[in-house]
């Protein structure tokens, strides 16, 4: 049986923890993003042609949603677990009467929160650079959703898994960016040169990215199925390794 | 007092790297008990804590609270035992006030902001409930652990070496904590390094070695059963042999017959009564003394002992 209570004060402690570094966790990507869209969307963009029909600065809207969600999302949640592992509080955490679902629930909420406020936030800095309209607003929020409760729950893995702060780094600084990057944040993968573009489709960000671009405009280089079905596998992988964690304790219990 | 609110039987824990840190240990805790565990560093006192608190997982044993088992019905138990880990481990950046809401809601509680008041103000912390605790000193901060701990209310807390790294006074207030703790009816379970603390305030302590639990006892009992007066008695002059009056006292002359020493009582006062009976037989054998010194055996004295006898050859 969940205890709603001891879910809602891991669930609010960690907002807390996102609103006592707000100027860090709400302005850097805000004005990353902002460096995007002037450099790619008014510099570059305006010299490049419409991908599918979309102006170039409204297609890279999802592309650098994504970017954003999946770094802030992945370092939001692995940040919330391994600090208590770091500094020994999370004694308080296992000595309670608080199993897996307030844990998971608690801190991946509070993870996929930050990054639904900071996902708004970048959408509305976007409408001051680009004029965008968004065909399936309520798949797209579904959508941002679902990458963002995937995202918490890797993230969550990675910081238990990390015993060091560059551990906690490396997937994030190593992959998950230059992937990001790759999957089609700035382009379509259809503008790349043979076999470039099969070689991209192993690339699973391409998946998220198509997806959530599709949602936007309608159209995308794969389809809106796929990207669902990868991401609700991704989401399930995800849950079925945190609950092998929990059920063995692996780097949680002594 | 006599019913058993934790029941260990059989406890081990092997670590990954093949160290044994319990080996089989069998305890039971009674409720509104103060409970000392005492022992050298890494004697798995700290392991037997986390094991029942959930942060160790025990490789074989049985480990039930409050008639919980603690493997599968442990969120009942886990609800109603509290911890003070030995390390200042707290959100440092977070005021005292929301540092101590947080646990209780984390243990299930509804908010209880006049509980929570009376918990800082038991232990001064009211006055410093809006300030972060890292700008607290290190006894306040480990007041803040007790009060997190004391949130939810708990029949059974755990103190790790609850004045490690506190000074006299601190230790004593500490003391002055615990003690309310037990008019309260919480039953503590301690971990220290000073065994004085132990003599100070616990019902019964054990002493654990190398992950086995080698004496369980009262104190008191503990005391009588292994402690000693020992008395050193300074002669006028010079004796070569003991009077035949003294032949049924532990005493040997040393120091050149300048010294008798007497060891022994048990830690009831029996030593004491003996001294003043073998002073008495001195005078009456006309034997004159110039001065005593009594000595009655400490727990320390005691662990000590106790710690080198079990020492393997």
Request: glycine share 10%; hydrophobic share 45%; aromatic share 10%.
């Amino acid at each position: 049986m969940i205890s709603w209570r001891s879910t809602w004060s891991i669930y609010t402690r960690e907002l807390m923890r996102f609103l006592r570094t707000a100027f860090q966790s709400v302005l850097a990507p805000v004005l990353t993003t902002s460096l995007y869209f002037i450099v790619f969307g008014a510099a570059i963009g305006g010299r490049m042609p419409d991908l599918g029909g979309v102006d170039y600065g409204a297609f890279i809207i999802p592309g650098l949603l994504m970017l954003t969600l999946l770094g802030e999302t992945t370092s939001n949640s692995s940040f919330g677990i391994y600090m208590p592992r770091f500094t020994g509080t999370i004694y308080e955490l296992l000595s309670a009467p608080v199993g897996v679902a307030e844990t998971l629930i608690g801190f991946v909420g509070a993870a996929m929160t930050k990054s639904l406020i900071l996902a708004a936030i970048i959408l509305v800095t976007a409408r001051l650079f680009v004029d965008y309209s968004i065909a399936h607003p309520l798949l797209a929020m579904l959508y941002i959703m679902l990458v963002a409760a995937a995202f918490s729950l890797f993230g969550f893995i990675l910081g238990i898994w990390a015993d060091n702060f560059e551990k906690l780094g490396i997937i994030p600084m190593l992959f998950l960016t230059p992937l990001t990057f790759l999957g089609g944040t700035f382009y379509s993968i259809d503008m790349l040169p043979k076999p470039w573009d099969t070689i991209a489709l192993a690339n699973p960000i391409v998946y998220l990215v198509s997806g959530l671009r599709w949602t936007f405009y309608g159209s995308s280089d794969v389809n809106i199925w796929v990207s669902f079905g990868i991401t609700l596998a991704f989401l399930a992988a995800c849950t079925a390794v945190i609950a092998y964690i929990f059920k063995t304790g692996w780097r949680l219990r002594a | 007092m006599n019913e058993p609110i934790l029941e260990l039987e059989g406890l081990t824990k092997v670590y990954p790297g093949g160290l044994k840190a319990l080996d089989s240990v069998d305890l039971t805790i009674r409720k509104g008990e103060i409970f000392a565990l005492l022992g050298p560093n890494g004697a798995g006192k700290t392991t037997l804590i986390g094991a029942v608190c959930g942060l160790v997982r025990p490789t074989s044993g049985t480990m039930h609270a409050f008639g919980h088992d603690l493997s599968t019905d442990w969120r009942k138990a886990r609800a109603r035992i509290g911890l003070v880990p030995q390390e200042l481990s707290t959100d440092m950046f977070e005021p005292v006030h929301r540092a101590v809401s947080y646990s209780r809601g984390l243990f299930g509680l509804a908010p209880d902001p006049k509980r929570i008041e009376e918990i800082l103000r038991s232990l001064s912390l009211w006055d410093k409930k809006d300030e972060r605790i890292m700008a607290l000193s290190g006894g306040m901060k480990r007041r803040v652990l007790i009060a997190k701990a004391l949130a939810h209310e708990p029949d059974l807390l755990f103190l790790d070496e609850p004045t490690a790294g506190v000074d006299v006074e601190l230790r004593k207030g500490m003391w002055a904590i615990i003690d309310e703790m037990r008019e309260r009816g919480v039953t503590v379970i301690l971990t220290t390094h000073y065994i004085e603390e132990a003599e100070e305030m616990a019902d019964r302590v054990g002493i654990i070695r190398q992950g086995k639990l080698i004496m369980v006892d009262e104190k008191d009992a503990m005391m009588a059963r292994l402690g000693r007066t020992e008395a050193h008695i300074s002669l006028a002059n010079p004796i070569t042999a003991l009077p035949a009056s003294l032949s049924q006292y532990p005493v040997e002359i040393e120091e050149g017959g300048t010294s008798l020493c007497y060891r022994g009582g048990d830690g009831t006062g029996r030593g004491k009564a003996e001294v003043a009976d073998i002073t008495k037989a001195l005078l009456a054998e006309g034997i004159d003394y110039t001065g005593i010194d009594v000595r009655e055996s400490s727990l320390e004295d005691i662990f000590v002992s106790l710690l080198g006898e079990e020492e393997p050859a």
